[in-house]
């Protein structure tokens, strides 16, 4: 049952967050500890071991003018004000707001970058070495790197702007910034995911889930314990939050992309009118298996050690 269905109007439109739990934690000391970032938009940061793996850092959040009249492109400053430590970087799809700024993090800081075709035909463009390049192609393949084992699984975006996908279509060719928003098409769209060797015999899967939508045959097989979850465009996707838990079967769920990302980074956070996290919630908390639910503020911490074991 989509409890989201009962919120009157009002409530599903607002962009209000009156009412919702934040969970405030600091920055662990140490980085060897097994804990993770929101970053605003699809945006986290995982780290464990010493290792810093990210999903589609969204950190030049360009202004709605900017977005809608002029060209974009990365904004370093904005983006190294935040970034300390990369060794690698998840895309899961080439939108600008999940892609366009992975070519920093592989420059700055060597990270290795993975996604699909079209999200590497842009790093490409950004001058990003091919030995830092790794093709996600939704199947069965795995990469190594440290203590995480990465794959993909395919996915689509959730046709919310008037039933339709924002900037359809591949990026073919390699293309220069500042460019039109239009440019980062939407490309192939995956759900990775990462696999945490956390201590000995111990073993932690994130699926990250970057737009609402799924396409249920393809996750079969996959369990994640922790689940990184798109809310903006569920409504498009019949059933979208249910149908999710019940495929992946996760303890914890983190959501994101409910934020205005066309706001600096720094400014108070407001939700996307229309997303509705309090529905949302709702429906996470009806589902029968009833999950934990964090919802981290931009740029807030958690420590992922009890969230492991407990539901």
Not at 58 to 78: D, M, Y
Not at 133 to 158: K, Q, Y
Not at 254 to 259: A, F, I, K, L, S
Not at 288 to 306: K, M, N, Q, Y
């Amino acid at each position: 049952m989509n409890l989201a269905l009962h919120r009157s109007p009002l409530q599903r439109l607002s962009p209000s967050l009156d009412g919702i739990a934040f969970h405030h934690e600091s920055r662990p000391d140490d980085d060897q500890q097994f804990a993770l970032q929101w970053l605003g938009t699809a945006g986290f940061r995982l780290q464990l071991h010493g290792r810093h793996l990210w999903f589609d850092p969204h950190l030049s959040r360009h202004s709605l003018a900017e977005l809608a009249f002029g060209k974009i492109a990365p904004v370093t400053s904005r983006v190294l004000a935040q970034v300390d430590a990369a060794d690698g970087v998840l895309v899961g799809h080439s939108h600008f707001d999940h892609a366009i700024d992975a070519p920093v993090l592989a420059q700055h800081f060597g990270a290795q970058v993975y996604g699909a075709a079209d999200t590497l035909t842009y790093c490409r463009g950004q001058g990003v070495p091919e030995a830092q390049l790794h093709l996600l192609a939704g199947d069965l393949a795995t990469h190594a790197l440290g203590p995480f084992e990465i794959g993909a699984r395919r996915s689509v975006h959730s046709p919310f702007a008037l039933g339709h996908v924002p900037f359809p279509g591949q990026i073919l060719k390699q293309f220069q910034v500042p460019a039109h928003a239009s440019a980062w098409r939407v490309g192939q769209v995956l759900i990775p995911h990462v696999t945490a060797a956390v201590a000995a015999g111990q073993r932690v899967t994130i699926a990250h889930v970057g737009s609402a939508a799924l396409i249920d045959a393809e996750l079969r097989g996959l369990q994640a314990d922790i689940v990184l979850a798109c809310t903006i465009g569920r409504h498009a996707t019949p059933n979208f939050t249910h149908r999710l838990l019940d495929a992946l079967a996760p303890k914890l769920v983190v959501p994101c992309h409910w934020d205005q990302f066309w706001r600096p980074i720094d400014a108070p956070v407001r939700q996307i009118p229309s997303n509705d996290l309090a529905g949302f919630l709702m429906e996470v908390a009806a589902h029968r298996s009833a999950p934990r639910v964090r919802v981290l503020p931009i740029l807030g911490w958690t420590t992922l050690a009890d969230a492991i074991d407990a539901r």
